[in-house]
Nanobody
Framework: QVQLVESGGGLVQPGGSLRLSCAAS????????MGWYRQAPGKERELVAT???????NYADSVKGRFTISRDNAKNTVYLQMNSLKPEDTAVYYC???????????????WGQGTQVTVSS
């Protein structure tokens, strides 16, 4: 019914940039907060950034000043612009959204399938 699909991952050199996109589709009435998480090899999944429907943002300390989260509510899409990438940014990146579907009485958290980001020389 509701799906989130990430795109834009790939291999980049240290210091490079990459933009991730996550598009939600299906029976969507509205989306509250959306966010990006990542899981590096051998580590737990961690929050990268979140953004509310009104545009308020929150970032992990490790990415502040380098990453920017944004959204296009008309397209039900959230973006993550990643600059000055470091090898420690290497991870699978997942997006999520707190979605009100049509006819639903409450919201449901949906997750994308993930996209691989590798930062290496």
């Amino acid at each position: 019914q509701v799906q989130l699909v990430e795109s834009g991952g790939g291999l980049v050199q240290p210091g490079g940039s990459l933009r991730l996109s996550c598009a939600a589709s299906g029976s969507i009435f509205s989306i509250n907060a959306m966010g990006w998480y990542r899981q590096a090899p051998g580590k737990e999944r961690e929050l990268v950034a979140t953004i509310t429907s009104g545009g308020n943002t929150n970032y992990a300390d490790s990415v502040k000043g380098r990453f920017t989260i944004s959204r296009d509510n008309a397209k039900n899409t959230v973006y993550l612009q990643m600059n000055s990438l470091k090898p420690e940014d290497t991870a699978v990146y997942y997006c999520n959204g707190d979605v009100y579907s049509n006819y639903a009485l409450s919201s449901t958290l949906y997750w994308g399938q993930g996209t691989q980001v590798t930062v290496s020389s």
